[in-house]
C-alpha cells in the first residue's frame, strides 16, 4: 500500500479561505519536506521539516514525527495558491524521497 | 534564472526508440536523483548519484541508464522505449546525499511515446 498518505484528494475554496491538508506516513522517518507542484508541472520546495512548526508567509508546516505526520495550512487562500500540494519523506541514507499522490487545490476568485 | 537545466521540456518518440534525457545543475551540488511521474501516481525515486557514483537504483528495468560524464551532468538514456514509459521526468539535486538534505527539483522534461 501507500507509504504516504495525503487528504483530502482535492479541495475547492473561495478566494480569502483556508486550508489544511493532511500527511501520514505509515513507516518512520527521519523529516519529510511539503512540496507545491504548479499547475505546468514544475515542483517549488516548501518546507523541510524535521519536526515541529515552520511559517513561511501564509504557509505553516506542522510536523510530528513520532506520530508520522505533518500538516500544511494555507491561510487567505489566493486563485494563484492552485496547484496540486506533494509531501514527501526522505528515506535511507541515499537522499531518496518517497511521495504522496498530493492534494489537488483550486481557489475560485 | 533556472539552476537546474533539464532538456528538452517536451519530448515525443516512437516505440523502440532511445532517447536521452539531459539535466545540469549549476548549484555546486554533489549529489543528483532522477525521478518519474505518470499519470495516476506518485512521484516515483529512480537514482542517487553522489560524487557521479550511483548510489541508489530503484528501477527496475536496465533500459534505463544514468550517465554522468561530468560532476554537475546527469543525463537519463531511455533504450527500446514502451508507451508505458510515457512520463514526466525530473532531475532533483541537493548538497550532499542523504536524509538530512532537502533536493531542489528542475523543471520536468515530459516524454511521450507512440
Known amino acids: 500500500g501507500q507509504q504516504v498518505q495525503q487528504s483530502p484528494a482535492s479541495l475547492v475554496l473561495q478566494e480569502g479561505e483556508n486550508a489544511e491538508l493532511q500527511c501520514n506516513f505509515s513507516t518512520s522517518l527521519n523529516s519529510m519536506q511539503w512540496f507545491y507542484q504548479r499547475p505546468g508541472g514544475s515542483l517549488v520546495s516548501l518546507f523541510y521539516?524535521?519536526?515541529g512548526t515552520k511559517h513561511s508567509g501564509r504557509l505553516t508546516s506542522t510536523t510530528v514525527i513520532k506520530e508520522r505526520r505533518s500538516s500544511l495550512h494555507i491561510s487567505s487562500s489566493q486563485t494563484t495558491d492552485s496547484g496540486t500540494y506533494l509531501c514527501a519523506f526522505i528515506t535511507g541514507n541515499t537522499g531518496k524521497l518517497i511521495f504522496g499522490l498530493g492534494t489537488t487545490l483550486q481557489v475560485q476568485p | 534564472d533556472p539552476k537546474i537545466i533539464q532538456k528538452p521540456k517536451y519530448l515525443v518518440a516512437v516505440t523502440g526508440s532511445e532517447k536521452i534525457l539531459i539535466c545540469e545543475q549549476y548549484?555546486?551540488?554533489?549529489?543528483m536523483y532522477w525521478y518519474r511521474q505518470s499519470a495516476k501516481k506518485p512521484l516515483e525515486f529512480m537514482f542517487s548519484y553522489s560524487y557521479q557514483k550511483l548510489m541508489d537504483n530503484q528501477t527496475a528495468s536496465s533500459r534505463f541508464q544514468p550517465q554522468s560524464s561530468k560532476k554537475n551532468h546527469l543525463d537519463l538514456q531511455i533504450t527500446a522505449l514502451k508507451p508505458d514509459d510515457s512520463a514526466t521526468y525530473f532531475c532533483a539535486s541537493s548538497q550532499e546525499g542523504g536524509n538530512n538534505q532537502a533536493p531542489l527539483f528542475g523543471e520536468g522534461t515530459r516524454l511521450s511515446v507512440l
Open positions: 521539516n524535521p519536526s
Open positions: 548549484l555546486g551540488h554533489n549529489a
